[in-house]
C-alpha cells in the first residue's frame, strides 16, 4: 500500500469537481493526475500521488519539521532537566 | 527528488540514530504497519542503526500478503477467460493462489495486463468495447479512493464492459487483531502514513485508549521511519500512550475529506478475510447496491470458493509479529522468492522476503 | 562433461515452472538457473568462471571471439534507437567484453506476415547505420516469415565475431581480491524509456535509450595498457544481475557505493514511481569493468575521451569478502546485500 510520491503541480488540464486532472511533474517525469480530492491544490503546489491520484497536498513549512526536531527535543530535555 | 531526496541525509539518520541510541534505556519492540515502510527499512538496513533492545517487526501493512487466497484463485479463473482483459498492479502477480498464480496465466495466453493506476483500466475499458475489462482493486484505504474514483467514472460514462474484483482492507481492525491476541509482543505502533493521509489520525485514539500502547503516524523515507521510532520509544520511556503525527508534511488529523467521501459513496464497510489473520468484521469494503454493476464477483456469477493453505505455511504468525520469518521451519528451504507457499515470501514488502533478502549475512559478521 | 538427456530428465525443478515464463528471459534468478541448470550443461563449453558475454575460440594463432544474441524489444521504435539498430551495438558490445574488435556480423530476420514493409525498411537502414558506425560489416544472415499472430512484429538474431586484442585473458575468473569496479556511464536509461513507451503506464518523460556501442571506448580502454581482468555489458537485470554473477562466478565479494553509481534525475524520478530500483533497471550502451585500483584512474579517462562513457567513474572495490555476493554501502551508510532478482521487476502499488 502507499507507494506515493511528491509532485509539483505544473498545470491543470481540466476543471470539474470529479475529473479535475492536472499535469504533475516527478523531478523531469510527468504524469497526469487526478486532483478531485485535492481542489485546494493549485499549480505549483506539490501533491503526494498514489495510483493517478493526489491524496494529500504537501504542507512545505511541516515538511522542515523533521530537521529541528532533535534539537527541539535536546532543547526540551535540558529545560525540563534544569 | 525535492521532498524525498533530502529525507534520505545520511549525516541526519546518523543524528537520529545517536538520539535514538541516548533516548532508549530499555527494550522495546515496535511494530510498523506499512508494507512501504517495511521496504525502507530493508532497502536501506535500518534496523542496523537501531540500539540494542529496540526490535522492529513487521506488520500485515501489504495487501498483497493478506488478500485472501479465494480471491487470489477467482482473479485467476476469471483471468483465464477469453473475453476478458484482466488488469492488475503488479504487486499481485507473483502472488501463489491455490494452484498457480496470475503470471502464469499470462505465460498461457490469459490477457493479464499490469496498470499504474485504475483510471488507466477505466481507459482500457473504453478503448475495448468487445472485451470484459476487469480490475483487480486490492490495497488499504490509500487504495481506496483511486478505486472509487474509477467506479464513480465508469458509472458517468456508462461503461458496460467494465467491472472490479474488489479485496480493499482497512488498517485499524488489524492493528486491533494483532493488539487483542494473547501472545502480543508489540508494544507501539508506527502507522501506514499514506493511509492516514487518506483517513486521518482519529480512528486510532480508541485503540491507544484501549490499549494503553503508542501509536506514531509515520512516513516513508528513512529519516521518517526513525523519527517516528524515536517518538515512540520516547512515549514508551515516559510511560505515554498518544496518537502522535511525525508524517505532518503530508498527513492531517483529519485526513482528506474529500477522499473519504469519494469513498463512502462507493464503498461500504464489511467483513473481510485476511489470509492468515482470518476474518475481522468491518475491516473490508465491498461496492454499494448503486455499483452492483460494476461487481465482477455479481457480473460473473463467480461461486464461492473453499480453500486450504499449505500446512507449512505459517503466513500468519508472521503476519503479527510473533514468528520470526527465519524461525519457520519452511523459510529458505521450502518457500524461497522463486517458489513461494505463501504471499509474505513474494511480495517485496513481505516480512519474509525482507529477511530472505538480508539471509544474516553482515559484511564483518 | 556429463552428458544430460533432458528429454528424459530436465535437470530444471519444472514442477513449479512447466511453462517458460516471461522471467524466464528477465536477466534475473530464473533466467540464470534456466542457463545454468539447463542449457549450458547440456551443450557443454566452458565452465561458469570462464563463461561470458561472448565466447573466445583459438583458430589458426589467433583467438577470436563469438557471440549471438535475440532481440525482441516491443515497442519496435523508441526514443534513442530501434530494435535493429540495439541488435547491431549489443553485438558488438557483446565481442568488445572480450576485448574484441568486431569482424563481421550476421542478422537473421522473423518476420510476422503483415508486418509493414515500410518498417521492415526503416529496421534494416538503421541497422546498417549503426554497422557503419561501428566499423563492422553485417555479412550474411536469414529471413523467416511466420504466420500473422505468431510473431510480434519481428524478431532479430545477430551473431558476432571478433578478433580478440586484449593480449591477457577477460573474464570474470581473472577478477583479483583489491580490484576496482568501473561504471561506463549512468544506469537505467533503456528500461524506464522502453517503459515509459509501453501502453498503460502513460509517462511522460525524455528519457532515451542509452543503446549504443561501447567498441572504440572499450579499444581504447585496452590500448591504454590499463590490465582489463574483466568486462560485462550491463543489459536485462541491469546491474546488479551483472555484479551478482561476477561475484558468483569469482567466488569474491563485490563493494558497491550507492552514491558512486551515476543515475539520471529523471530517471531516478521514474523509477520511484513505479517502484523500481535503479540497480536492476535494463541498460544498453553500459558496461562494468574490473580493473587493478592503482590503474583505476587511468582507465576512467581512457573511457571519458569517448563520448558513450563520458560518465565513467570508480564505483566500488573487489574484496575476498563476502565470497560470492555483492554488498552495497547505502546512500545513508548502511550495508545491505544486492541479491539476483528472482524475477522480472514489475511497477507496484505497495
Redesign the interface.
Known amino acids: 500500500m502507499c507507494l506515493a510520491i511528491p509532485g509539483r503541480i505544473e498545470s491543470i488540464e481540466l476543471e470539474d469537481p470529479i475529473l479535475r486532472s492536472g499535469k504533475v511533474d516527478f523531478g523531469g517525469v510527468a504524469r497526469s493526475v487526478n486532483l478531485a480530492c485535492v481542489p485546494e491544490a493549485v499549480v505549483g503546489d506539490y501533491v503526494i500521488v498514489h495510483v493517478g491520484m493526489a491524496i494529500s497536498r504537501l504542507d512545505e513549512d511541516e515538511a522542515q519539521q523533521v530537521f529541528g526536531y532533535l534539537k527541539e527535543m535536546e532543547a526540551a530535555d535540558e529545560g525540563s532537566s534544569a | 527528488?525535492?521532498?524525498?531526496d533530502?529525507?534520505?541525509?545520511?549525516g541526519?539518520?546518523?543524528?537520529?540514530a545517536e538520539?535514538l541510541a541516548r533516548v532508549a534505556t530499555r527494550p522495546w519492540t515496535i511494530m510498523e504497519i506499512?508494507?512501504?515502510?517495511t521496504?525502507t527499512i530493508?532497502?536501506?538496513?535500518?534496523d542496523?542503526?537501531l540500539p540494542e533492545g529496540i526490535t522492529l517487526v513487521h506488520g500485515p501493512?501489504?495487501?498483497?500478503c493478506v488478500t485472501p487466497l479465494e480471491r487470489i484463485d477467482k482473479a485467476i479463473a476469471l483471468a483465464q477467460r477469453p473475453d476478458v482483459i484482466f488488469c492488475s498492479?503488479?504487486?499481485m502477480?507473483?502472488v501463489p493462489g491455490s494452484e498457480t498464480d496470475l503470471?502464469?496465466v499470462?505465460?498461457?495466453g490469459g490477457d493479464v495486463?499490469?496498470?499504474?493506476?485504475?483510471?488507466?483500466a477505466l481507459d482500457?475499458a473504453a478503448a475495448n468495447p468487445l472485451k470484459e475489462v476487469v480490475f483487480f482493486a486490492v490495497?488499504?484505504?490509500?487504495?481506496a479512493?483511486?478505486t472509487a474514483?474509477a467506479a464513480?467514472?465508469a458509472k458517468?460514462r456508462a461503461l458496460s464492459n467494465f467491472s472490479m474484483l474488489v479485496s480493499h482492507v482497512l488498517v485499524p481492525p488489524a492493528m486491533e487483531a494483532i493488539l487483542s491476541s494473547p501472545n502480543r509482543k508489540v508494544q507501539g505502533f508506527l502507522a501506514?502514513?499514506?493511509?492516514c493521509?487518506?483517513m486521518g489520525v482519529y480512528e486510532y485514539r480508541p485503540i491507544v485508549v484501549e490499549y494503553g500502547i503508542p501509536v506514531v503516524v509515520t512516513g516513508?523515507e528513512?529519516?521518517?521511519i526513525l523519527?517516528g521510532i524515536l517518538m515512540c520509544v520516547?512515549q514508551l520511556e515516559e510511560g505515554r500512550a498518544e496518537v502522535e503525527n511525525q508524517y505532518?508534511?503530508?498527513?492531517?488529523a483529519e485526513g482528506?475529506r474529500?477522499?473519504q467521501d469519494?469513498i463512502a459513496k462507493v464503498f461500504e464497510t464489511t467483513a473481510q478475510k485476511w489470509r492468515g489473520l482470518g476474518s475481522l468484521p468491518q475491516s473490508g469494503l465491498g461496492l454499494r447496491a448503486e455499483y452492483a454493476e460494476y461487481d465482477a464477483n455479481l457480473k460473473f456469477g463467480l461461486e464461492e470458493i473453499v480453500t486450504e493453505e499449505p500446512s507449512e505455511c505459517m503466513a500468519g504468525l508472521v503476519l503479527q509479529g510473533i514468528l520470526r520469518p527465519p524461525d519457520c521451519p519452511a523459510f529458505g528451504t521450502k518457500c524461497?522468492?522463486?517458489?513461494p507457499l505463501g504471499a509474505p515470501m513474494v511480495?517485496?514488502?513481505g516480512a519474509c522476503a525482507a529477511y530472505y533478502?538480508?539471509?544474516g549475512?553482515?559484511?564483518g559478521a | 562433461m556429463e552428458t544430460t538427456d533432458f528429454a528424459l530428465s530436465c535437470p530444471l525443478p519444472i514442477e513449479r515452472y512447466p511453462h517458460v515464463l516471461m522471467a524466464h528471459g528477465g536477466g534475473g534468478r530464473l533466467m540464470h538457473d534456466l542457463i545454468e541448470k539447463m542449457i549450458a550443461p547440456a551443450f557443454g563449453g566452458a565452465s561458469p568462471e570462464a563463461r561470458h558475454d561472448s565466447a573466445t575460440l583459438e583458430a589458426g594463432g589467433v583467438t577470436l571471439a563469438f557471440t549471438t544474441d535475440s532481440y525482441v524489444v516491443r515497442p519496435l521504435f523508441f526514443p534513442g534507437g530501434d530494435i535493429g539498430s540495439m541488435a547491431v551495438h549489443g553485438t558488438v558490445n557483446d565481442l568488445a567484453m572480450s576485448g574484441a574488435r568486431p569482424l563481421a556480423l550476421s542478422a537473421g530476420f522473423i518476420l510476422e506476415e503483415g508486418l509493414p514493409m515500410d518498417t521492415l525498411w526503416a529496421i534494416v537502414r538503421s541497422m546498417q547505420a549503426a554497422a557503419e558506425s561501428v566499423g563492422v560489416t553485417i555479412v550474411t544472415g536469414d529471413t523467416k516469415v511466420v504466420d500473422r499472430g505468431k510473431g510480434d512484429g519481428i524478431f532479430i538474431n545477430t551473431a558476432g565475431i571478433g578478433l580478440v586484442e586484449a593480449r591477457a585473458e577477460i573474464s570474470p575468473r581473472m577478477v583479483q581480491e583489491g580490484d576496482a569496479l568501473i561504471l561506463s556511464g549512468d544506469v537505467g536509461r533503456h528500461g524506464i524509456c522502453i517503459m515509459a513507451a509501453r501502453e498503460g503506464l502513460a509517462l511522460e518523460t525524455a528519457v532515451e535509450s542509452d543503446s549504443a556501442s561501447v567498441s572504440a571506448a572499450v579499444m581504447g580502454l585496452l590500448a591504454s595498457g590499463v590490465d582489463v581482468h574483466c568486462m560485462r555489458d550491463l543489459t536485462r537485470g541491469g546491474l546488479a544481475s551483472a555484479l551478482t554473477e561476477i561475484a558468483g562466478a569469482s567466488r569474491l565479494g563485490i563493494h558497491l557505493d550507492e552514491l558512486a553509481v551515476p543515475v539520471r534525475a529523471d530517471v531516478a524520478a521514474a523509477c520511484e514511481i513505479l517502484g523500481f530500483d535503479p540497480l536492476y533497471v535494463a541498460c544498453e550502451g553500459r558496461f562494468a569493468g574490473f580493473v587493478p585500483a592503482e590503474q583505476a584512474d587511468r582507465a576512467v579517462d581512457a573511457l571519458r575521451a569517448h563520448p558513450v562513457c563520458a560518465g565513467a567513474c570508480i564505483a566500488g572495490r573487489v574484496e575476498k569478502a563476502p565470497a560470492g555476493t555483492v554488498v552495497m554501502r547505502t546512500r545513508v551508510g548502511t550495508s545491505r546485500i544486492v541479491d539476483m532478482l528472482s524475477g522480472e521487476q514489475l511497477p507496484r502499488i505497495c
Not at chain 2, 495486463?113 to 488507466?120: E, G, K, N
Open positions: 527528488m525535492k521532498y524525498l533530502e529525507y534520505r541525509d545520511a541526519a539518520v546518523r543524528e537520529y538520539a506499512c508494507g512501504g515502510q521496504h530493508v532497502k536501506y538496513g535500518l542496523e542503526l501493512g501489504c495487501p498483497v498492479f503488479g504487486d502477480l507473483r503470471l502464469a499470462k505465460a498461457t495486463r499490469i496498470v499504474y493506476s485504475p483510471l488507466d482500457l490495497g488499504f484505504e490509500t487504495t479512493p483511486a474514483m464513480f467514472q458517468q501506514a502514513g499514506h493511509v493521509a487518506v516513508f528513512p529519516l521518517d523519527q520516547r505532518a508534511r503530508a498527513v492531517r482528506n474529500p477522499a469519494l524461497t522468492p522463486e517458489r511480495s517485496t514488502e533478502r538480508y539471509r549475512i553482515r559484511p
